[in-house]
């Protein structure tokens, strides 16, 4: 992967990444959250934009967001991209990304309602960098709606 692969414009806010390239030569961001340096993918590129985003622009405090959550599903380890808990360190978001080049299909929406039978929270979100959707789920009505635009953390 070239760095122009991994690092194309996005529809979010810059954000100040630290970027360095490790010893066999591959890009390396620091994620915030793991605390620690990892490989720099187009998702990874998303990820990173998004989360900067949340805290940032939203108004998410960073000790409530985890990267990388493991969780069972129908008896597999699986692992959601992102998770944002509340103050009693229940999930109350999830959100998957994608690479830029992937298109936010039926198939991507399938993948996080998937991982939200475990989970139950009451906002999804998935993005691409390029787009971003998100819903709010009513458990009690049964049903779901498409927000205009990412809530900021005092709206959830």
């Not at 998004?50 to 108004?59: C, D, E, N, P």
């Not at 409530?64 to 069972?72: D, H, K, M, R, W």
């Not at 993948?111 to 691409?128: A, D, E, G």
């Not at 709010?136 to 049964?142: H, R, V």
């Amino acid at each position: 992967m070239t760095p122009s692969e991994s690092l194309c414009p996005l529809n979010l806010p810059p954000a100040s990444l630290r970027i360095s390239q490790g010893q066999d030569g591959r890009l390396r961001v620091f994620d915030i959250l793991r605390r620690r340096h990892v490989t720099l993918t187009p998702e990874e590129w998303v990820r990173q934009h998004f989360i900067h985003y949340l805290i940032t622009h939203k108004g998410y405090p960073a000790a409530l967001l985890a990267n990388e959550v493991s969780l069972s599903l129908n008896g597999l380890q699986r692992r959601t991209d992102s998770v944002l808990y509340d103050r009693q360190a229940q999930p109350r978001m999830l959100i998957e990304y994608k690479a830029p080049s992937v298109a936010l299909s039926q198939k991507v929406f399938d993948q996080i309602s998937r991982y939200n039978i475990t989970m139950r929270v009451p906002y999804l979100i998935v993005s691409n960098g390029l787009q971003h959707y998100c819903c709010s789920i009513n458990y009690e009505e049964g049903n779901y709606r498409f927000l205009r635009e990412i809530p900021s953390y005092g709206e959830l």
